[in-house]
């Protein structure tokens, strides 16, 4: 059964143009849910951990939000660089290693 | 200064051999993982150990047997390779065991098998 779902699978956005990733999870007791970006040919990055609902996390353009049910990357202004696929994360029932939904690519075109 | 670094990056090989993947982490972690990317890009774990001990592993075929000799390494061997181990293999090592706890990863091994 899936914990964790992204969506949408791709975005591709122009640089400047606002948007969000989505993030649903189904897991009882959040021990937190995390963010990655990827870039090709390297590992996962590790961006934000929120752990609990209506908590905000900001890096840059980067804002993570969390709900009781989901959890979004919003992306301001995005630049070209910002390009990678973004990961969503949740911890195991066992708490011992990490569900990760199937990831967002995102392509920010100049 | 890499944090988790592995080695090889690329392992090109032919069906039926045996290889080694190598991981070492030098954040001082006590946890350590290995993961699976398949070609969809779906990251999926297949072991964990803390202090040197396995916690997960998760129906993995028991041609795969990671060992680690100390709490700074955890290698994978895998016996008799088959096609759909081709995949990219990450480690990656947290402080512990702690569901909250964010792991940091390594850049993958991508495996190709022939």
Known sequence: ?110 | DTAVSQTPKYLVTQMGNDKSIKCEQNLGHDTMYWYKQDSKKFLKIMFSYNNKELIINETVPNRFSPKSPDKAHLNLHINSLELGDSAVYFCASSPGTGGGQPQHFGDGTRLSIL
Do not use: M
């Not at chain 1, 973004?86 to 995102?106: D, E, I, Q, R, W």
């Open chain 1, 1 to 110: 059964e899936d914990q964790v779902t992204q969506s949408p699978e791709a975005l591709r956005l122009q640089e400047g143009e606002s948007s969000s990733l989505n993030c649903s999870y189904t897991v009882s007791g959040l021990r937190g849910l995390f963010w990655y970006r990827q870039d090709p040919g390297k590992g996962p990055e590790f961006l934000f951990t929120l752990y609990s609902a209506g908590e905000e996390k900001e890096k840059e353009r980067l804002k993570a939000t969390l709900t009781k049910k989901e959890s979004f990357l919003h992306i301001t202004a995005p630049k070209p660089e910002d390009s990678a696929t973004y990961l969503c994360a949740v911890p195991t029932n066992s708490g011992y290693a990490l569900n990760f939904g199937k990831g967002t690519s995102l392509l920010v075109t100049p």
